[in-house]
């Protein structure tokens, strides 16, 4: 199934099964952004990082 | 002119020497907060007997009698911060907090709170529960997000140094729109006790505003308890990458920042290497993402069903959105995290400073935060983020640096550095300085510009 980038159904099942309550204002706004973020999350999702393990409690002020 | 006008250094060496009162500096910049501040809308508290009294207990050091405003992302012992927001999602209280203590034991006077972006979310400043701070540079311009008041106080000289935080660009943005220097430290380095994301957060760090880096230096030894030692950046090493990050900005903005990389190659005797740094845009995204699942601690759905009214609705619905973010997206991000960090370790084995625009465009108008690039037109946090969010996913410091002017308003380039050589970057920063004449440095929104004699 083509991934969808559409919010009217996405977000309105999110809230729903959160039990999160959303005016017409909050769609407007949460439809914005998932249209600004989601396409490339997906493409994030889709990035190869095959053999990169995440570092355990990485001391970020040093290098790895 | 007044002792105001002088740098961070400069007053304070100036009190040191007995050559200008302190008590007489505090009344002034109260004073001066009170005439300018109306236009800039930089501080939006002051409590002048707290200040006096913080002056009457200061002890000696670096900036003893220095009057400083710091971001309304700090407590203070008789303040809660308030985060730019009608309501934030974590619970506060008027404490000590490590940029506070880190002030108070340095001698230094806070004289007020400055403004930011409501909960810290943009690299604008247009959005705030004060109001929007203003760009002295031009008030009907952004100041730069999240720490709008602290630059916009040091542009309209209210004061000569602010403290300020940044989680994605939040110190760097408004240096870069307002013509300051502002330093983003390595992660962990700098004062952070108190902060409310202190226990989560994984990009947010302090960082001082200032008008050079000289004054950054001071300010920033202040924050981090440790004195940075000035060198010569002597054959620094600039690496330069061939991405959207220097490529997809404003004509002007791309001159003026190749401009002043060769200027500092040539004053340092150095030299400039292309580097190779690919998935930078999945580094901005990876950034965003975990600074947002990060600022997610305190919410629920029961408490999203109760949000203050008068929270903006920008901030109610992204506040609703974080929630559908897909957990392997930030599974991802961490491991974008691992990928980016050992690449800049590689990276810094044979350069010492990277070199890109802090932003790709001028400060954008406050009510249309849009800006025109090669790509085309987005939104200034769209086009922001790009260059910034690296360094808080890494732990790497940056520095914003002004270089140049395009439309009457500051232009910055930004430099990076390895983990621990925050000292090397002000040491470039420096550098550049010299290699312009301070032009730039000295360029800050000039007295006669100032609002209270424009009108604004």
């Given at each position: 199934m083509e991934a969808s980038n559409r919010a009217d159904d996405f977000i309105p099942a999110g809230l729903a099964s959160l039990g999160i309550e959303a005016d017409e204002v909050d769609l407007a706004v949460m439809g914005a952004a998932h249209a600004m973020f989601w396409p490339p999350i997906l493409e994030l999702l889709e990035l190869d990082t095959d053999g990169v393990d995440a570092e355990p409690a990485p001391d970020l002020s040093r290098a790895p | 002119m007044s002792a105001l006008d002088l740098t961070l250094r400069g007053q304070a060496t100036a009190i040191a020497a007995g050559e200008v009162d302190a008590a007489e500096l505090l009344e002034e910049a109260l004073e001066r907060i009170a005439a300018r501040n109306p236009a800039v809308n930089a501080v939006v508290e002051t409590?002048?007997?707290?200040?006096?009294?913080?002056?009457?207990?200061?002890?000696?050091?670096?900036?003893?009698?220095?009057?400083?405003?710091?971001?309304?992302?700090w407590p203070l012992p008789w303040r809660a911060q308030r985060f730019g927001a009608a309501q934030m999602f974590a619970k506060t209280a008027p404490e000590e907090?490590?940029?506070?203590?880190?002030?108070?034991?340095?001698?230094?006077?806070?004289?007020?709170v400055g403004n930011m972006?409501?909960?810290?979310?943009?690299?604008?400043?247009?959005?705030?529960?004060?109001?929007?701070?203003?760009?002295?540079?031009?008030?009907?311009?952004?100041?730069?997000?999240?720490?709008s008041g602290p630059a916009a106080a040091v542009a309209a000289r209210l004061v000569a140094g602010a403290v300020g935080a940044d989680g994605i660009g939040s110190v760097r943005f408004p240096a870069a729109y307002c013509g300051l220097t502002g330093l983003k430290p390595t992660f962990g380095r700098a004062a952070m006790g108190g902060h409310h994301m202190?226990?989560?957060?994984?990009?947010i760090v302090s960082g001082p505003l200032c008008a050079d880096a000289a004054d950054c230096r001071l300010l920033g030894s202040v924050l981090f308890g440790e004195s940075l030692k000035a060198g010569d950046a002597a054959g620094l090493r600039i690496g330069v990458v061939r991405d959207t990050v220097s490529e997809d900005v404003a004509p002007a903005v791309r001159e003026a920042c190749a401009e002043a990389i060769e200027a500092l190659r040539a004053e340092t005797g150095g030299e400039v290497r292309e580097i190779e740094l690919a998935d930078l845009e999945a580094a901005a995204l990876a950034t965003v993402l975990i600074a947002n699942t990060e600022a997610m601690a305190g919410l629920s759905p029961s408490r999203l069903n109760?949000?203050?009214p008068e929270l903006s609705p920008i901030a109610r619905g992204f506040a609703k959105y974080r929630m559908l973010l897909p957990a392997a997206a930030t599974v991802k991000a961490q491991e974008v995290r691992a990928l980016m960090r050992r690449r800049l370790a590689s990276v810094f084995e044979d350069v010492d400073a990277i070199a890109w625009p802090?932003?790709?465009?001028?400060?954008?108008?406050?009510?249309?935060?849009?800006v025109e690039l090669p790509s085309g037109t987005l939104t200034a946090d769209q086009a922001n983020v790009r260059g910034a969010?690296?360094?808080?996913?890494?732990?790497?410091?940056?520095?914003?640096?002004?270089?140049?002017?395009?439309?009457?308003?500051?232009?910055?380039?930004?430099?990076?550095?390895?983990?621990?050589r925050d000292e090397l970057l002000l040491d470039a920063a420096e550098a550049l300085e010299r290699a312009n004449g301070r032009r730039w440095v000295e360029s800050l929104a000039p007295p006669e510009r100032q609002p209270e004699t424009t009108g604004a």
């Open positions: - | 409590f002048p007997e707290r200040s006096r009294q913080m002056l009457a207990e200061a002890p000696p050091g670096p900036l003893h009698g220095v009057p400083v405003v710091i971001k309304d992302e907090s490590g940029p506070y203590r880190a002030l108070r034991d340095a001698g230094a006077t806070i004289v007020g972006h409501e909960l810290g979310a943009s690299s604008t400043g247009n959005l705030s529960v004060y109001g929007p701070a203003r760009n002295p540079w031009n008030t009907e311009r952004c100041p730069g997000g999240s720490s202190a226990g989560v957060s994984t990009t109760r949000l203050d802090t932003v790709p465009a001028v400060a954008p108008p406050l009510e249309a935060p849009l969010g690296l360094a808080n996913l890494t732990g790497i410091p940056a520095i914003s640096v002004p270089v140049g002017l395009a439309e009457d308003l500051p232009v910055a380039l930004q430099l990076q550095a390895a983990w621990g």
